[in-house]
């Protein structure tokens, strides 16, 4: 899979699945060991629903692949104004007012 195709999946799957906590959400893939990594970043602890949320997106981006793929599914906790620590493709990244700078 081509990096934008990968990365569409990721903003496809978080469709109405992002809470306020989450900072980023990345993609990278692992073609030696089959594995689709994902990684979620969170100011803070997730709340349930929010970690609920970017493992229901996991699933949607993992369908995109047919078996023997696995998953990797990353969340981290990185609250302000730690910096964030995307993998290889980011397809999310929440604005903070440091980025207006």
Known sequence: ?????LTLSLVRG?????????RAASVELDASSNLVRLRFEYDGEPSNAARDSCSFAATGVIADFPAPWGLDEQHLVRPRPQPIK??????YRRWEPEDAA
């Open 14 to 22: 978080l469709l109405g699945e992002v809470h306020p906590e989450l």
């Open 1 to 5: 899979m081509e990096d934008h195709a």
């Open 86 to 91: 995307p993998l290889a493709l980011l397809a």
